[in-house]
């Protein structure tokens, strides 16, 4: 089997350790080959972006030429913001020649743009969808709303990943599990992102709008693939549901943690029990 | 070496030059207003903002440029996923930012998500990773919010979520050169 290049960015580390968990789980239990990139650095996130273009570029530039280095031809990256910062960063280099020459300039190495890069989506649908037929040993009979956010669908022109307006995938990767997806509104709204700590009210907000929806159309729990999605709805519940003047607890989990679940991984190795939320015994 | 044609870039001449945006394509739909996450917290919704631009007008511009919109976009890129024209509004604003900064013309509201997103670079800078407890005491001892999230941080440090040493990276002295040379 094909080793693929693993990057968590930081995020993979504190606050949404069980995604990095259940990623990992995940491939152990699959015996699938995954690497990690080795001394990556963070890709700048939403405020290189905000305040600096050349650095918003080379910091997720050392991190393709990194994987390169090492040998790579494809890299997972599970947190959707790494993901789009990632994307968008080879998408410019390997269609701005002058920018590329300057970019590889600052972080003094070569990048030839050959690298494939995955979100965590795409590398279930690869690697672990083939496997869930026979491997499905828990069913998981629950209604879900699979919530995508932005940074995994868009910008649609570079990341040409799913459906913009209403994916399909983790949806179809739900019924494997044995779930049944809710139809609703809130798929790819944004949850406030970044704002987390220096506007929370705008996260309450945003969040409280996305649980509500999700509440109303029967889901029983919530399914993300982006760390920010699920740090706002789980760990900003209290201001989510001060501005919905409602207690929802509604869980969310990562989808390599319902995938797990249904293959009978252990709550534990799948960092379950490290949300704020509680998610039940199913 | 100065041509006949040489003059100063107007403001509308330098944001091209920045986003590679063309602000003339945009015919005011408002999708882009309509789909906005933060457009009922913004003085500029997004399509108000883009018509601002269009004059040309100095003042318009910096009215632009003043605004708390351009630090409230999340940079969820619902706007353009849903423009016909295509219009790259999270790109114009990402130049806008940092034109803003150059002014000194910054939206005292924004105060807070500047220092945020300044506490998060610092962190970068030092560790080439972020360490989420390095840049909460950077956030904290820029904005004086030394309450905030206190009743947070005993959950998320039960659970394992907050690691109390961040971690450092073995090529420092790349990052430090990329900050160097990006003028960061």
Same mark, same amino acid.
């Given at each position: 089997m094909k080793e693929t290049g693993f990057y968590p960015g930081c995020s993979l580390q504190a606050t949404s350790r069980e995604y990095n968990e259940s990623v990992r789980a995940l491939a152990r239990h699959l015996s699938l080959p995954l690497r990690e990139i080795e001394d990556w650095n963070c890709c700048g996130a939403t405020a290189a972006h905000s305040m600096n273009h050349e650095l918003a570029l080379a910091l997720p530039a050392r991190v393709l030429a990194l994987a390169e280095a090492q040998g790579m031809e494809e890299i997972v990256v599970p947190c959707a913001a790494c993901y789009g910062r990632l994307a968008t960063t080879h998408h410019t280099l390997v269609t701005d020649e002058t920018l590329r020459q300057k970019t590889c300039d600052t972080i003094g190495m070569e990048y030839s743009g050959k690298l494939k890069i995955l979100n965590a989506v795409q590398w279930i649908e690869q690697y672990v969808e083939p496997l869930l037929a026979n491997a499905?040993?828990?069913?998981?009979n629950r209604k879900m709303a699979c919530y995508y956010g932005c940074l995994l669908v868009r910008p649609h022109k570079v990341?040409?990943?799913?459906?913009?307006?209403d994916p399909q995938s983790m949806d179809r990767l739900c019924a494997l599990c044995g779930s049944e997806p809710v139809d609703w509104a809130f798929k790819t709204e944004c949850c406030g992102a970044g704002l987390s700590i220096s506007r929370t009210q705008s996260v309450g907000r945003l969040s409280g709008a996305i649980l509500s929806d999700a509440a109303e159309r029967g889901a029983e729990a919530i399914i993300v693939a982006c760390p920010m999605c699920h740090s706002n709805l789980d760990m900003r519940r209290p201001a989510a549901n001060r501005s919905l003047g409602q207690k929802l607890d509604i869980p969310v989990l990562f989808i390599t943690q319902l995938i797990g679940l249904a293959l009978g991984i252990p709550r534990k190795e799948l960092g379950l029990d490290r949300h704020f939320v509680p998610v039940p015994q199913w | 070496m100065m041509t006949e044609n040489s003059h100063t870039p107007s403001p509308a001449e330098r944001l091209k030059a920045c986003?590679?945006?063309?602000?003339? %394509?945009?015919?005011?739909?408002?999708k882009c207003t309509a789909g906005c996450a933060m457009a009922p917290e913004m003085d500029l919704p997004p399509s108000f903002l883009v018509r601002l631009l269009q004059t040309g007008s100095p003042a318009a511009y910096r009215r632009v440029l003043e605004s708390r919109s351009i630090w409230l976009c999340?940079?969820?890129?619902q706007c353009i996923g849903r423009c016909p024209k295509e219009v790259d509004i999270p790109r114009l604003i990402d130049c806008l930012r940092s034109e803003a900064q150059k002014e000194g013309c910054v939206s005292p509201e924004a105060s807070d998500i500047i220092k945020f997103h300044k506490s998060f670079l610092g962190s970068v800078k030092r560790n080439?990773? %972020?360490?989420e407890l390095d840049l909460v005491v950077e956030y904290k001892l820029r904005?004086?919010? %030394?309450?905030?999230?206190v009743d947070v941080a005993p959950g998320m440090l039960a659970k394992g979520k907050l690691p109390l040493i961040p971690e450092r990276i073995k090529g420092k002295r790349e990052i430090d050169e990329i900050f160097k040379k990006s003028n960061a």
């Open positions: 499905v040993t828990h069913p998981i990341l040409q990943f799913d459906r913009v307006e | 986003s590679g945006v063309d602000v003339q %394509l945009c015919y005011q739909c408002g999340v940079g969820c890129e080439g990773r %972020l360490g904005t004086l919010h %030394l309450f905030q999230d």
